[in-house]
């Protein structure tokens, strides 16, 4: 956290009003919001805790020519399966699509529950929102964790990346499909993901030929996908239930309620503790914090059902319609918009 506020403060000094240029914005057919979003400063972290423009990469969209025919060609070059369980938790077991051989020689059991993970734009499975997650399933119970990397694929420029989401979501529910098929069991199956990741397991789930139960899309990345269509990004019917966490909502991410259920943590936008947020960064990384935190919380993130962040704070809810973000869900019948308030550092929770 502390090299976080480091380079935060170096990039605060250097920070630009770019702007779109009409060549850019014609090629990629950006809408007036997409542009106004790239015209913002975004800024995420990469795997090392650097801050990454994703305004200035609009930029170097042209660098990469790939057709998204030969993007799809390659995908088994390019998206890898990475199994951790109690019996290796530090080395992971690599599988494939249809390779029973590499299946049968991991560590996967089909007796336990399965976990599937997977990472946001210029990060890969050493992200910190897969390995704060993969840690806490392990932690908490005996499961197969899954990590899904196409950083191959997520270290190219962002609106690149962002148009070949639907092809990875469509590519990893043939693991599904291959997984269900030698037994294992979709209505004891979660998937999680964190921006653009949280995009590629809700379709993943969605173009899956059984019902996935639980999807949690954290913080679902909205550059390139404001007034996407269901079945483009990830979106109520993917799964049994699907859950969003809202941190960095109309900036980073998703504003618009899309799940079944859908929480706005501190109002969804701006997260307490992120002072100085260059770019909604450290607010787009607590909602894979938050969901991480939960998993193993003994207090819990309990939201109450309402309207409006405003009316949650003045104390205008329902206080019976409340439930619990993230964590072990038991009730999957609950749905509509929730607001909660954490803590400004870790530990989050309130209770």
Same mark, same amino acid.
């Not at 170096?10 to 542009?35: K, M, R």
């Not at 840690?135 to 908490?140: E, G, H, I, K, T």
């Given at each position: ?163 070949? @989401? ?75 239930? @699907?859950?969003?966490?809202? &941190? ?93 308030? &954490? ?9």
């Amino acid at each position: 956290m502390q090299s976080y506020f480091l380079i935060v403060f170096a990039f605060f000094h250097i920070a630009t009003g770019l702007s779109v240029p009409e060549e850019i914005e014609n090629q990629f057919q950006l809408g007036p919001e997409d542009i106004r979003l790239l015209n913002s400063n975004l800024y995420v972290l990469d795997d090392d805790h650097n801050l990454v423009s994703l305004t200035t990469d609009l930029l170097n969209a042209e660098e990469n020519t790939e057709s998204e025919r030969d993007t799809m060609m390659d995908l088994h070059n390019r998206v890898y399966f990475y199994l951790y369980t109690a019996n290796n938790r530090i080395y992971p077991d690599a599988i494939s699509i249809n390779d029973l051989e590499s299946l049968k020689k991991s560590n996967f059991n089909f007796n336990r529950p399965t976990r599937i993970i997977t990472h946001g734009w210029m990060n890969s499975h050493n992200s910190d929102s897969c390995i704060l997650i993969r840690d806490a399933y392990l932690n908490q119970g005996d499961y197969n964790v899954i990590v899904i990397d196409w950083s191959k694929i997520s270290i190219n420029p962002y609106l690149w990346t962002s148009r070949r @989401v639907k092809m990875i979501g469509q590519y990893v529910s043939t693991m599904l499909n291959f997984l269900e098929k030698e037994g294992m069991d979709l209505s004891t199956t979660t998937m999680v993901g964190h921006s653009l990741g949280a995009h590629v397991v809700g379709l993943a789930a969605r173009y899956a030929k059984g019902t996935v139960n639980y999807v949690i899309g954290l913080d679902p990345a909205l550059p390139g996908f404001n007034g996407a269509k269901i079945g483009s990004r990830i979106s109520q019917g993917d799964a049994n239930y @699907v859950e969003i966490i809202h &941190t960095n909502g109309g900036i980073l991410g998703y504003s618009n309620s899309i799940g079944d259920v859908d929480f706005y943590p501190n109002g969804g936008i701006r997260q307490a503790g992120c002072i100085i947020d260059v770019g909604g960064a450290c607010s787009h990384l607590r909602a894979y914090q938050f969901f991480a935190e939960s998993i193993n919380s003994k207090v819990g993130f309990h939201a109450k059902k309402c309207s409006s962040y405003w009316r949650y704070k003045l104390g205008l809810c329902n206080r019976k319609l409340s439930l619990i973000m993230g964590g072990r869900k038991k009730n999957f019948t609950v749905k509509g918009v929730f607001y909660l308030d &954490t803590n400004a550092f870790s530990p989050f929770a309130r209770g």
